[in-house]
């Protein structure tokens, strides 16, 4: 009888460590989630606040274009 009630308990602690795991899973990954969630959106709304100019430098540091051309866009840009 007493291995019984052991073994009953032993079960339903058996199960209880899957759910305390599962818990922390989805704790962590809600936590990732939502950061990467509130950094993306961080990103899109320095993205939308650059100016043309903004731009053109950064494509001009990236090599992306070269002296004359950035000279003739910011020229064009310009008021």
């Not at 460590?17 to 818990?23: G, H, N, P, R, T």
């Not at 090599?63 to 000279?71: H, K």
């Amino acid at each position: 009888m007493i291995d019984m009630i052991n073994n009953g308990h032993g079960s339903i602690m058996g199960g209880m460590w899957f759910f305390s795991i599962l818990f922390w899973v989805l704790i962590i990954a809600g936590v990732v989630f939502i950061t990467r969630w509130f950094l993306e959106r961080n990103n899109k709304t320095a993205s939308v606040n650059e100016s043309a100019l903004d731009v053109l430098k950064k494509r001009y540091a990236k090599g992306e274009i070269d002296r004359e051309t950035f000279e003739q866009m910011k020229k064009d840009i310009e008021p």
